[in-house]
């Protein structure tokens, strides 16, 4: 699951999966981890003061995929929060799925730069402008591509906003079709 920081990613996975925000694990219910980037941020939290900002934030990323590879060694679905949108992270993914036999979709958050600016007011954690605009760019490419039918590198992509967002009362995994799609990658299909 991806969107601008704010869109409401992390409200969205709270409110499905009981989430109280204070996890600093991936939380698994039945055949699914649901792992937020936030688990990991949270996991390091007072014990990486020492270590300039980027080395941080490398370090809670780090933490974040290898538990992503965790759960996917472990035979999980996993529904993933990451804010990035970017081309090398979410090829990451997708190599990551691969790897392990899994099928990549994205689930686009899709809120207007305002609505996700006043989400990240709303609680707290405001990314600076620079970062904020870069992830902008990246959004819009990577929505007008689903958009075209290209969701590249992931298998598939569906685009929620908000109000969707509001009304969706699960995510389903299903297990034939990803079946079906890892037998068709195994035969060239």
Known sequence: MTGLPGAGKTTLLRRLYGLHGAESLP?????????????????????????????????????????????????????????????????????????HRAS???????????????????????????TFARHQRSWESLVSRAKSGDPAPAIGAHIMDRAGADLLQEIVFDEARASEHRDAQSTGR
């Not at 949270?42 to 780090?62: E, S, T």
């Open 27 to 99: 939380v698994t219910m039945g055949t699914v981890a649901v792992i937020d980037s936030f688990q990991a941020k949270r996991h390091w939290y007072g014990r990486l003061g020492w270590a300039p900002q980027p080395v941080r934030r490398a370090v809670v990323f780090v933490t974040h995929l290898s538990r992503i590879r965790q759960a996917l060694t472990r035979g999980h679905s996993v529904i993933a929060h990451n804010r990035g949108c970017g081309p090398y992270v979410l090829r990451g993914f997708a190599w990551l799925a691969r790897r």
């Open 104 to 130: 990549f979709h994205l689930l686009l958050l899709d809120a207007p730069p305002e609505v996700a600016l006043a989400g990240q007011r709303a609680r707290g954690r405001v990314v600076a402008p620079k």
